[in-house]
């Protein structure tokens, strides 16, 4: 049935994930493919409901059992998980992928202490005495930069600060040296020193490991330092992805632009933002026809009609650098250039 | 920790002494707002037909025509320390903790409550072992198996369960098991434990069903609808992303967090058994408390209420207090405040 295997270290082909509920068919990742290699970092940009998370979940194969409907393939070190016994993903599950989630108070049981934590998610895959795992546990703590491992190791999520709770978090998720780590909106709650600590923090330890890393926010500028690659989603499609050169330097897509003018900056207020996307994100379920971004897009009316009645394909405009718009190449250049980038930079 | 208890014991004993004031109000203070002489008060002890000079007799032993307050200050005194009366001719001892004597037979409260304590006991007790494991199976199995034909049956039954008033389970279970197929014996043959072990479990069988059906389906509810809410935690997320089994999920996880309210749950219901189950009770003639005080308020028999009243208030801020102490122990959030 399926194509033979990638030789790339994750692939992702043409995943779907969708949810039927009494309002309708929620889909909520539409046609997702890309590749990641090992060592390498994958930035997946969108607003909020985009599709982010239920894609990580996806690829872990968490995105809530029965209900939920996915199509595709997930190739992960040569085997594919779409297909493969939930059990077996299972044991995947923590050693050969890990995730950081969004929210680490409520991600973290409140019963438990931070270590019994840890060393549960450690002992899952090895075979070792509490005594090894404890030991394992407050190395972990140490190296995330967790002050007095020795003894925060005992404490319980809601006695770490937020930062802490991510580093714990990170630590929990790094316990196992996972050789996919998907960082879910790692930094989102955090204020921003601690933020930039966090964000190098998963860079050494993903040098260190040589594991593959994929970054979820809805903040380019979280993954401008991170990523070599970058996914700008909206509405459960991939609508750009390039290198983080290709997404900063040289975007083709309306709401890219529309992304990076809303990028907040250390040099201005948080609300004064230069071009903030208008409207709001697309309903999953009645999917806007043509081209998803059409409602908020400043450019719809210049493609003769093909917006709205139309999907666009995602295609390749320069060396793998993919964009799903309607616009002939040479004008969306041509707006960048001389509309946008100008804009950007003038400020 | 120890700061948390001493605190919490504080607290109890302080409720006690509000819940002590607030049933002397009611069964004392009420009666003489609303117009009621301690003429007419004594009159209860001593019967309606006596002599206006028993009465009087009976007002000034007891105490009546005291101001209230010093009426109190005897009263609470007599719980703690204990108190003599002198009933007419002769002079009652009464050792703390005393609650007085019974209009109707003259009996000293205190021993009467302790001896009927054996079979409210055996009955909450019992039915509680039962309720709270199938319960809490029925709903955790349910809360797993949601939308499935056995979550929809188990629900049902559940809700029967909870609509249906215990004298109806308890009066159909009757005749049909010990009256119709003589399976077990009929009302009133409560045996002591100690006296006849298996009469006593015979005896306690179809009350501790018919108790136990209707917190069982109380619980079974709670239970599916806290584990249901626990398994879309994100906690639980984390748990299946360390890779752990789904039993392990399951058990160490979202158990953990769906019992521990119902733990409270469960603490106040016992608590409030423990003063007197009356319905079952009187369902199937159980001489428990229960029964002891509908029997006292049918006969008017005011120190006997009063001592249960205050009894079962005693049960249920001693419940409150272990839940407490329990709660702190098992969800660590609980110690910080
Ligand atoms: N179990 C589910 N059932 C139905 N719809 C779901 C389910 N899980 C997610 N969705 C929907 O899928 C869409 C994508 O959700 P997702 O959590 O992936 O967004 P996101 O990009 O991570 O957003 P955010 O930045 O807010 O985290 C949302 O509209 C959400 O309502
Ligand atoms: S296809 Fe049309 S509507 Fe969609 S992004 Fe391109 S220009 Fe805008
Ligand atoms: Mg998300």
Redesign the interface.
Known sequence: MSTPAPSAFLELRDLRIHFPTEDGLVKSVDGLSFKLERGKTLGIVGESGSGKSVTSLGILGLHKGGRAKISGEIWLDGEELVGASQDHVRTLRGKKMAMIFQDPLSSMHPFYTVGQQIIEAYRIHHDVSKAVARKHAIDMLGRVGIPQPDKRVDSYPHEFSGGMRQRAMIAMALSCDPELLIADEPTTALDVTVQAQILDLMLDLQREFNSALIVITHDLGVVAELSDDILVMYGGKCIEYGTAEDIFYRPEHPYTWGLLGSMPRLDREPTDRLMPIKGTPPSLINVPSGCAFNPRCPYAGRTAGKATTEVPQLLETEGGHLVRCHLPREERRGIWENEIKPMLEGQ | MVAFIVRRVIAAVLMLVIVSVATFAIFFLIPRALGQTPEGMASRYVGRDATPEAIQGAVKRLHLDDPLIVQYGRFAKGIVAGQDYSLGPRKAECPAPCFGFSFNNNQPVWPTLLDRLPATMSLALGAAVVWLVAGVSIGVISALKRGTAVDRAAMTVALAGVSLPIYFTGLVSLSVFAYTLGIFPGGGSYTGLTEDPVMWFQALVLPWVTLAFLYAALYARLTRAGMLETMG???I??????????RTVVTK?AL??TL?PILTIFGLDLGLLLGGAVLTESTFSIPGIGKLVIDAIRGNDLPVVLGVTLFAAFFIVLANLIVDILYAV????VR?S
Not at chain 2, 237 to 246: D, P, Q, S, V
């Open positions: 935690e994100d906690y997320r984390t748990a299946r992303a360390k890779g752990l089994k789904e996880h953990r967090a521990t098992v969800d660590p959030r910080l």
